[in-house]
């Protein structure tokens, strides 16, 4: 029976100096959520001392919530390698960049009073429609600068998008750091987001008409898990980023090669798989489709993002320090991918 049992489980040890590297150790001596923040610690710690490609999916209002410099973080040293996100979460980055906030709302809210001053709320944030529309003018005049004779990747878009902010920026963000550091982002469901409907204002200003291939961005998605050495996925919630990640895996025949899945996988989330939607879907029923390894390593975090995600990268920054400083390399090469 003894065979059964993995380490005993120790009680968290409360000292008055204990840094976040430390901090997620106590907890691995511990069970439920707290043991698996520790194993999502583990895993990425091990995916950054491999030659792993790391790719992030970005989806809820992550920036709003604070989580800008987290992210941004994660992609200024490399521990990530491709992000994939919501429209809505690189809108809110490049709001911020520009200068604007989100406010903390007060403890009583009346959204139709809110309405009435042109004020948005995001659960307890809120934001000025006045400031939101600034940063919509920026996406229109930037979109209506581009060559509407050829079409663009979402990567290529956000790219251009990144070096005509860097040098307006009031602060740095996502989009500011993955140009400095040539991590490509994708956003697969552009249109449902202020991208979307600033683009739209463009086209009906001007009669220009701005386009994306969207088949190249999948194109190019196969490209990078195919060419990988080793694959790992991290997911902040789920949606559109997650699949558009988890699709990659399985588009190695599109190169006439055999789907290998992804190797390694976090994710943090807080909905059940029992609905049947993705972003509560378990690894394991990824591995049916060969999205992720059948030898994988993984752990599902049901946790609330913004106090999990803090907390993990704090521990990687304290506790992976070697790691990270080796892992500043190049950005992924698209060569020879241009006609495709």
Known sequence: ????????????????KVGAAEL????????FQARKLAQAVHIWD????????IFLGLAGAMVPAGMRSVVAYLIENRLVDCLVSTGANLYHDLYECLGYRHWQSGQETDDVHLARQEVYRFYDVL??????????RFITDFSLALDPSRSYTTR?????????????????????????????????ALGDSVFGLAIAEGRLRSGLRLTFDLIADVVEMAHIATQAKSSGVVYIGGGT???????????????????SGHEYGIQITMDEPDWGGLSGCTFEEAQSWRKMAADATFVTLRAEATIALPIIVSALAEGSAQAIRDRRRPGISFEGLAEA
């Open 24 to 31: 997620v150790r106590r907890m691995g001596g511990t069970a």
């Open 1 to 16: 029976m003894h065979e059964l049992f993995g380490p005993s489980v120790t009680p968290f040890p409360v000292g008055d």
């Open 241 to 259: 980023p997650k699949n558009f990640i988890q699709q990659a895996a399985v588009a190695a025949y599109l190169f006439g090669r055999e789907a």
């Open 156 to 188: 290529e878009y956000f790219h251009l998008l990144g070096r005509a902010l860097v040098p307006v920026a009031k602060e740095e963000g996502i989009l500011t750091a993955a140009v400095r550091r040539g991590v490509p982002i994708y956003c697969p």
């Open 46 to 53: 091990a995916m950054l001392q491999g030659e792993v490609t």
């Open 127 to 136: 934001a000025s429609e006045q400031d939101f529309s600034q940063g919509e």
